[in-house]
C-alpha cells in the first residue's frame, strides 16, 4: 500500500484519519495537506499540522448559516473534531501540558455542535457505574422510524487505548444508522475523557461500564432489548469480550480486533534489551531505561507514543507500573462464561496484536466467527482503518445474520 509516511506510527494515524473520510468525519485533501506538512520524527510538527487544519475548519463551520445549511455546517464540524483529536494525539507524555484539556474541549464543542444538526439530535447521556466508582459517558443515537411500535436493533460502540466515543461514530455509528439500528457510543476509565474529567485509568473490570449501557438501552422505548450488540475497537476488543463474560443480556460481540492478553500484546512491542531488563524484575533499571530512551530522542515514535500513552491512560506512576497494571487484562479463566456469538477479527499485518485473534478465536470455540481480512482489500492494517465502508458491511452483515432468528 502506498505510504503516507516514511514513520510507521505516522503512516498509520494519517491512515485513520484519512479513513474517517467515508463516514463524514475528516476530507480527503485536507488530511494529505496536513501530511505533507510532517517533519521527520518530530510530533509537534503532528500537532501544528492538525491544529492549524481544525482551527481553519472550524472557523469555516462556524461562518455557516447553520439554519439554512444544516448539512453543511455539521459535516464541517465533524471533521474539525476529528482534526482536533489528531492535534492531541502525541501530547499524553506532559499530563500538564494545558494543550491536552483546551483541545478536548474544542473537539467536543465542535461535536456536539454537528450532532445537534443530525436529522435526529445524538443525546449525551451520563450513566454510573454499577459500583458507583465513575461516570460513564455515552451518546445516544437514534434510528430513523425507530418508536414503540418499530424497535431497531441497537449497537453500542467502544474505543480503545487511545480513542474516544466520538470517533466511533466515523467508524461504525453512521453505518449502523444507515441500516437502521439505534446506536450507542461510549467510554470508560482510562479512555479519553472519562481520564480527563475524572482522572480514572483503565480497569479489567469492564463490565462496570457496560452493564449501565444495557440497563439504559432496555428501558428505551425504540429499541428491541433483545438484540443489543456491543463491539469494541482496537484495545476494546478485549474491553468487549470481557465485558461480555459477564453482561449476558447482549445478543453479541464484536471483537475489531481479537485481544487475548494486553500484557503480551504490549511486552512484545519492547526492544529485546528493554525485555530483559523487565524479565530480571529489577523494575528500577528498567524504568532508568525506558527513561533515558525516550529523553534520547532515538525512540521510535510509536515506541515512545506507546509507553506515554499507557502511564497517562492506565494512571500510572511507572513505565513498569503501567505494564504490571495490563496483567489483568487477560481472558484466560474467563473466556468460557462468554455466553453470546462473538465475531473476531484480525488484521493481517497488525502493527500490534499479532497472533492474539488466534487465541481468542480458540478460547471462545463454536461461539466464535473468525475473519482474517488482508491487503488484497486493503484492510490488513491495525482495525482495518482505510477499509472502513468494507469493514461495516462484513459487521453488520453478520450481526443481522446471528440476531435474525431472536
Known amino acids: 500500500m502506498l505510504q503516507l509516511n516514511k514513520d510507521s506510527s505516522f503512516n498509520y494515524e494519517l491512515l485513520r484519519n484519512l479513513g474517517h473520510s467515508r463516514y463524514h468525519g475528516a476530507d480527503v485533501s485536507e488530511v494529505l495537506t496536513a501530511a505533507a506538512s510532517l517533519r521527520d520524527g518530530d510530533v509537534e510538527s503532528f500537532y501544528d499540522a492538525f491544529n492549524n487544519l481544525a482551527v481553519r475548519v472550524n472557523s469555516q463551520a462556524e461562518a455557516i448559516d447553520a439554519v439554512k445549511y444544516p448539512v453543511s455546517a455539521r459535516d464541517a464540524f465533524f471533521r474539525a ?23 478536548w474541549d474544542k473537539q467536543l464543542a465542535a461535536f456536539n455542535k454537528a450532532i445537534a444538526l443530525l436529522p435526529i439530535p445524538g443525546e449525551r447521556v451520563t450513566l454510573r457505574s454499577t459500583d458507583d466508582a465513575f461516570d460513564v459517558p455515552a451518546i445516544f443515537y437514534r434510528a430513523a422510524g425507530a418508536g414503540s411500535q418499530n424497535q431497531r436493533p441497537t449497537l453500542i460502540l467502544g474505543n480503545g487505548y487511545d480513542g474516544a466515543l466520538e470517533e466511533m461514530l466515523h467508524v461504525l455509528g453512521f453505518a449502523a444508522l444507515e441500516r437502521g439500528y439505534n446506536v450507542m457510543t461510549y467510554e470508560g476509565p482510562g479512555q479519553p475523557t472519562v481520564r480527563r474529567q475524572q482522572n480514572v485509568g483503565f480497569i479489567p473490570q469492564w463490565e462496570r461500564a457496560v452493564t449501565p449501557l444495557v440497563d439504559y438501552l432496555v428501558a428505551q422505548s425504540e429499541v428491541d432489548s433483545s438484540r443489543i450488540g456491543l463491539m469494541g475497537y482496537s484495545m476494546g476488543g ?3 469480550i470481557r465485558a461480555a463474560a459477564f453482561e449476558h443480556r447482549l445478543a453479541a460481540v464484536m ?11 504490549y511486552y512484545n512491542q519492547m526492544p529485546p534489551p528493554m525485555q530483559a531488563i523487565y524479565d530480571t524484575k529489577d523494575f528500577d533499571k528498567a524504568n532508568q531505561m525506558i527513561k ?10 510509536g515506541l515512545k ?27 484466560e479463566g474467563i473466556a ?25 478465536k480458540e478460547a471462545l470455540g463454536s461461539l466464535a466467527t473468525y475473519r482474517s481480512l488482508t ?19 462484513i459487521l453488520c452483515d453478520w450481526f443481522d445474520q446471528v440476531t435474525s432468528s431472536i
Open 238 to 240: 478485549w474491553l468487549a
Open 305 to 331: 507514543w506507546g509507553i506515554e500513552q499507557g502511564i497517562w491512560s492506565f494512571c500510572a506512576e511507572s513505565a513498569s507500573d503501567f505494564m504490571e497494571k495490563t496483567r489483568e487484562f487477560t481472558l
Open 375 to 393: 491487503s488484497v482489500d486493503g484492510a490488513s492494517h491495525h482495525c482495518h482503518v482505510g477499509a472502513t465502508a468494507y469493514l461495516n458491511q
Open 336 to 360: 468460557h462464561l462468554v455466553q453470546c456469538p462473538a465475531w473476531i477479527g484480525e488484521a493481517a499485518d497488525d502493527l500490534f496484536f499479532y497472533g492474539q485473534p488466534e487465541q481468542v
Open 292 to 301: 533515558e530512551l525516550l529523553g534520547s530522542g532515538k525512540a521510535p515514535i
Open 81 to 103: 473534531s476529528t482534526y482536533f483529536r489528531a492535534a492531541d494525539f502525541y501530547l499524553h507524555g506532559n499530563p500538564d501540558d494545558p494543550r491536552l484539556n483546551d483541545l
Open 255 to 265: 471483537a475489531v480486533d481479537g485481544v487475548y492478553n494486553v500484557f503480551q500484546a
